[in-house]
Structure formats: C-alpha cells, structure tokens
C-alpha cells in the first residue's frame, strides 16, 4: 500500500480529514504515516482553505501505538543517544505538530487509542470518541517510560494523581470514564461519530480562523505561564487580531445586530 492510502486524505467545506487506514494492524503507527500525518498539519496551518482539521481511522481501533517495525534501519548497533533523538524526531514531532497546528485539531476516536495513539487524540484541541473506544496508557505493560509527550499531557489535563495511576497500571480506560475524568469532551454512538465531528468541525470551520488559533495558542501556553506572561501574551494577542478582517467583521455584526460572515481571515 502506498503513503496515501495509509492516511488518507480529504478536504469539504473548510475541514482537512485525515484518517488512518491499516485497519488490518489497528492502525498502529509507521514511520511514513507519522511523516505525512505531519505533513498534514502543516499544510492545514498554512492554507487559508483549511480552517478545522479531523483526525480519526477506519476499522475498530483509533491507534493501537507505534509500529516499531516500519521504523527505518540505520544498518548500524545502537550508540548512546539514538534513542532520544528518535523519540525527539518522531513521536514529539507528531505530538507537535498537533499541539502548534494553527488550526482547531479535533479527534474523533472510534476504537482503541493505545500509547502514542493515545496522545495522538489528547494533544488535539477537542476529543470525541465512540462508545466502544478505549484508552491505554500501554508503555508500563512493556517496562517502557512513555513517549509522545504523555507525562507532559496528562498531568494537564486531568491532574498528577490520575495521571500516575493510569500510567503506573496500564488499565484500559473505557470512552465513559475518560469523558467522566476530563480525558474527552464527548462521548457518541458509534455510528454518531464522524456525524458529530463533521458538525463540530464545519462549525469550528465557519468561525474566525485566526481568533481561534490565537486562543488555541494562548490556553497551551498559559499552563506553562505565570500570570504576568500570560496576560502579556493575551494583550498581544488581542493586538494582533485586532489587524484582522474577521475580528472588524466581528464588530462590525454586532453594531448592525447580524450574524457575522466569518472569512478565515
């Protein structure tokens, strides 16, 4: 199978769907499809066509982790630092490239997000997920430490205790108690699913682009800020959006008591 037809690829009314597809491996992972996953984001942060990205998959798992299979072979015995730097160059790349995507970035989990699968989902933006899907924080079961920025997002998210214990054990965490826990925003019938994400993402596509990813950055950063860094770069921001059309189209609707017409731009 080729690149594309591992993560395929469509864009309608605004939304980049990018959608794993090796079902047959519960979409574990390869080397070609994190390169083109982002590749993906970057071109959504660029095109002023694209204003909301979906992630999800086919089949019944979201991502059942790495496959460290199709990792490519240096053809040379493992010296010290190799595996830092692929941790760097590969797994936090993805999960970069979703955390700085200039976009709203939602997944839609419709089955099992294990290991990177599962950070894959939680660093994106809003988290739908599908009744039968499950988490798995599955890097203990292989007296591994987690990769893909796991210990960095869920401590965030949902707390160092709850973090700890999903961790330490390894447990498959239902879509129910993820939603119940903060892990995700919503939890959908199956069959709900892309419906759903399709509805949240044409809305999200329909409003002012850059405002949203201006907030997008200022929320990630302000867990990392103090508050006077953090209302400096809220004021900034407020500055810089201001230059922009939607924000004076924004104005503009509510003076004239209109809906906006929101361009991206």
Known sequence: MTDESLVLHSADNGVSWITLNRPEA????????????????AEASAGPEVRAVVITATGKGFCAGADLRGTPSTGRERIPGDVARTIRLGAQRLIGAVLDCEKPVIAAVNGTAAGIGAHLAFACDLVLAAEPAKFIEVFVRRGLVPDGGGAYLLPRLIGPQRAKELMFFGNSLPAADAERIGLVNRVVAAEELEKTAREWAERLAAGPTRALA???????ASLDSDRATAFAAEAAAQEINMTTRDANEGVASFVERRTPRYEGR
């Not at 519960?26 to 984001?41: G, V």
């Open 26 to 41: 519960m979409n574990a992972l390869t080397w070609d499809q994190r390169e083109r996953i982002i590749a993906l984001l």
């Open 214 to 220: 201006l907030t997008k950055q200022l929320v990630n």
